[in-house]
């Protein structure tokens, strides 16, 4: 799955607006809207979190699942666990 925060740090990678990455995708802006406006992970129908996908890996972003490694290569940020404080 698919993170509100991930969407967003693909956009700022990408630097492109809601906009953009709704025409990139072939989805209406206000699905993109949602998407990062949900809690949890991102929820919609599949094939249109599919479309969403591919347009920012055709763009070059790659989605990192929890506790998957990379494929690419190249810079990237990956958020961390927090840390337990005593």
């Known amino acids: 799955m698919i993170s509100p925060g991930q ?3 693909a956009r700022a990678l ?9 025409a990139l995708a072939g989805v209406s ?3 993109i809207q949602r998407m990062e406006a949900s809690d949890g992970d ?7 979190l599919t479309k969403v996908v591919e347009a920012l890996d055709a763009a070059g972003v790659e989605l990192i699942a929890n506790d998957q490694p990379s494929q690419g290569r190249g810079r990237g940020v990956r958020l961390k666990e927090p840390t337990q404080s005593k």
Do not use: H, M, W
């Not at 990408?14 to 709704?22: E, F, H, P």
């Not at 991102?42 to 249109?48: D, L, N, W």
């Open 14 to 22: 990408l630097g492109i607006d809601q906009r953009s990455l709704a």
């Open 29 to 31: 802006l206000p699905t």
């Open 7 to 9: 969407l967003r740090a």
């Open 42 to 48: 991102v929820r919609g129908a599949i094939s249109t």
